[in-house]
């Protein structure tokens, strides 16, 4: 009977790590032609769809500014930042989001310009938060592709010239101008790299083709350098896909609202200048641009877009809308609740950008290991071009050839890059069911999932139970009764307190003065000078009230399922009120499925023994523990916790303490609930508990294609080391098994994302 709006949860000692504080992007923009990428590995050429660049902030640690940095995409870019800026006074902290090509740093509010100078010194190009940037789509920056065709071309006849056995000379100058027209740009970088003792693919490249075009493989030299910048393009395309891949939802909201005027008149706007409480019209087929509440007529409208449901809902009179919906029959009218900043698609947005920010802990392993890896491939380079040559009088041309193709194979990316882009899908696939997950780490965590602990009412049932019988007390009043319940009832939303309300709904109210919750018991008031007690027996009987007179019907009445609720004073006891909740059908379904999967359930409900076991024999649920207080469920969760990665799914105050405790936070909140979205792990968008299953098979499937992707990496890796060893490696060969390895890897990680579309479908 307490109340239940929720509070910020707070730190889990179960869970291994919080997602750090991110600065939210709603919206998304397409940079201006000049933002163009100018090359690189991992680089994109043709322009995709980013967030802007969100504000800068200032916190207690210093000012918060995110810059976008259009060259930085791959992270041995990253790892050239970070080392040209992790030792510079003013910067305490860096986070990279190489998806959407943002770099956040922590730092001295004199240390900016400086920041901006050292990145500048690298080659690239920072971005500052532009909050006169509009949001409209502007058209793609064309790419001029002509030089990379002529060099193609040239390095293609090179390779004839070769065969035929041509003049040297002819084969070297047609080499050279293929090499210019396509690494012009890759030379600059790699020289910038090789200035800041950085080695990555544009430095480890440069001195490939240089060592090439010095030991006089003229077709050789030209060849790599046209394939590894045409893989390039082929690669972004692929990436492109990662880094768009919740741009359908972007798309959901529409331009243009029917918004009514001060006169009556009707007038289209843009969502972002309707003000709160306007009031739109909405017609069939089209879509819904904020949130807010019909005030008249009624439509069926598809919500798949927010909350995952399969089918369209009935909506009327009263019911809430959410924009990125759409409607599919029937007019209708309704007030506007929320800014464009503060719909709940902006927030699914946010939180899934938010989220694929922060570092899953197998992204922060192989992260770690790609640090390690290329400087120990570069060392194993010059000591295969050194050593046989030195003593074992081996051709000096031959193993310096060989470190060359090593240097190539060195680069990291395509290890690195298959953990952000397989996340991100995963994230993406996740938000288009209705599952919003706060961050990668959850991800991972749901496929270790063994027990997942539910509170009962609004969780596993429908939340909004009827008042079945009322047994009186010490007072023959009825009337009276009801409306001191209903006027205490009335202050509470509680789905108990919210049946007597609407039991008691033709009685009138009693002011109620020093009204108070007491939670995991129920409420507290005084009216007309005397204090009230509403709740469950532990609150009456705290006060000394006696609850015992009628013993056996009360058991009779909990044997069937239901709620008891206690109404006292000092008199004594004034009336039990019966109440009685449905099971969701979703709910059985949900635990089937749990248990399917391996997963055990337990049940921790607040509400007495009977209603408890009753409920958990209906769903099947395999453990249930009664009279649960916050205190109580907390340490069920700690309990469980040590035997295993433990969930915890409620939707009540009292549920929090429990939740934040728990590896695994479920928040069983409608869309729209700001305090599910915010504070939860992982919210279910309709409260469908089907939908936890369904994050933990996403969670094993992310598993798998993890493995996969950093297995394929390596051993695309290690078989072209053996082959480059065994002296059957060549250069262009080395190309093909880094980008080669990048494409599969960026591939196999939207299959998450196709999956889930074919399921849609």
Known sequence: MNNTNKNNRNSSACNTSQPSKKIPAIQRIVPEPEHRHAGGHCCTTAEPVLSPIPASVTLAEGNVTAIRI??????????????????????????????????????????????????????????????????????????????????????????????????????????????LLSGLKTYKKGWIAVKNLNLNINALMSVAVTGAILLRQWPEAAMVMVLFNVAELIEAKALDKARNAIDTLLRLAPEWMNVQQPDGSWQQM???????????????????????VIISGHSTINQSAITGESLPAEKKADDAVFAGTFNESGSFDYKVTSTVKETTLARIIRSVESARASKAPTQRFVDQFARI??????????????????????????????????????????????????????LTAAARQGILIKGGMYIEQGRKLKWLALDKTGTLTHGQPEVTDVLSGDTPDAARVMMLAGSLSGLSDHPMSEALVRYSNNESRLPVEAFSAITGQGITGVIDGKQYWLGNRRLLSHQGIDVTDNEERYEALERQGKTLVFLGSQAGLL??????????????????????????????????????????????????????LPEDKLQAIEEYCRKGVTGMAGDGINDTPALARADIGFAMGMAGTDTAIETADVALMDDDLRKIPAFVRLSRRTGRILTQNISLALMIKLVFLIMTLCGSGTLWMAVFADVGASLLVVANGLRILRGTEAKKA
């Open 70 to 179: 259009m060259q930085m995409d791959c992270p041995v870019e990253e790892n050239l930042i970070t080392g040209k800026l992790s030792g510079m006074a003013g910067v305490t902290d860096l986070k990279f989001d190489l998806i959407e090509r943002v770099l956040t740093v922590t730092h001295r509010p004199d240390a900016l310009e400086p920041v901006l100078q050292a990145i500048r010194s690298l080659g690239f190009e920072p971005e500052l938060p532009d909050n006169t940037a509009t949001h409209a789509p502007r058209p793609a920056a064309q790419v001029n592709y002509w030089p990379l065709v002529i060099a193609a071309v040239l390095a293609f006849s090179a390779e004839v010239l070769h065969w035929f056995r041509f003049p040297e000379g002819l084969q070297a100058a047609f080499a050279i101008i293929a090499v």
């Open 575 to 628: 009336a039990v009120f019966a109440l009685a909740d449905t099971v969701k059908e979703s709910s059985r379904q949900a635990i089937a499925e749990l248990h399917q999967l391996g997963i055990k359930t337990l049940l921790l409900s607040g509400d007495n023994a009977f209603a408890v076991e009753e409920i958990a024999r209906q769903v099947g649920i395999d453990h249930a523990r009664s009279e649960q």
């Open 373 to 426: 890896y290329t400087p120990v491939i570069f060392l194993l380079a010059i000591v295969f071009a050194v050593i046989p040559p030195l003593l074992f009088a081996q051709s000096w041309s031959v193993w310096i050839y060989n470190a060359l193709v090593m240097l190539v194979i060195a680069c990291p990316c395509a290890l690195v890059i298959s953990t952000p882009v397989t996340l991100v899908s995963s």
């Open 270 to 292: 843009q969502p972002g200048e309707v003000p709160l409480s306007a009031i739109v019209r909405v017609k069939p087929g089209e879509k819904i641009g904020l949130d807010g």
